[in-house]
């Protein structure tokens, strides 16, 4: 074991994040490729800072679930969002799971009829009652997106997003945290508090934590 994953590992659990956007690091065409190549490119230099070789090209083809790599060293999960010409991806020692969205002005204008399409009565009503709509439907629409990618990396792992309950983040004792701003939401859910790093608000501008109306 390489001294830097030693001395991560002996750390409360965290998850190492990165992210850029697609656009500035890739001026080609932001094509489903393009963000696939991006974010494995991603995910194999923070696997370096924890002494593990990933080279990009090992790393599980888009479109076959979560990411996988043989030279991820066992107990530690990946994960891949991105949205609008914007990565994130996410290395940690425990299962968790991660969603980035953008509020696009031709969705927010039909928001009655996205709202509608959420499994949960009382989510619906929730976000209905809401100071902003906008702002509460991407918060749970994230955390949906989240704990499907985090049943992704478990024994049960779920057929869709709809099957997911944001009732389960409590009965399951999950953590869940949020960052929104300039129309972006960020979501992370986790089997435990994990502490990213780097804080997600020091990503990209204008994202900043924020209470979880779900959980008020």
Not at 22 to 33: P, V, Y
Not at 118 to 127: D, S
Request: with cysteine; aromatic share 8%; proline share 6%.
């Amino acid at each position: 074991m390489s001294p830097s994953l030693n001395k991560l590992q002996e750390s409360s659990p965290r998850l190492l994040l990165a992210g850029g956007d697609l656009a500035n690091e890739h001026a080609a065409n932001q094509t489903g490729s393009a963000y696939s190549s991006y974010a494995r490119e991603l995910l194999s230099e923070l696997a370096t800072q924890l002494g593990m070789h990933c080279p990009p090209a090992l790393w599980s083809a888009r479109g076959e679930g979560k990411p996988t790599h043989p030279g991820l060293h066992s107990g530690w999960y990946a994960n891949i969002t991105h949205k609008k010409g914007r990565v994130v991806v996410g290395l940690a020692d425990r299962c968790f799971g991660i969603d980035l969205e953008y509020a696009a002005a031709r969705r927010t204008a039909r928001l009655d009829a996205l709202i509608d399409q959420l499994p949960e009565p009382w989510v619906k009503q929730r976000i209905r009652e809401a100071d902003s709509r906008v702002s509460a439907f991407y918060q749970s629409w994230t955390l949906y997106e989240s704990l499907f990618k985090h049943a992704s990396h478990t024994p049960n792992p779920a057929e869709n997003l709809f099957a997911m309950r944001l009732h389960t983040l409590a009965e399951r004792r999950l953590d869940c945290a949020v960052w929104q701003g300039d129309q972006w939401t960020l979501a992370i859910v986790s089997e435990g508090r994990l502490s990213p790093h780097p804080d997600p608000a020091t990503l990209f501008s204008g994202l900043q934590p924020t209470s979880v109306f779900i959980l008020d």
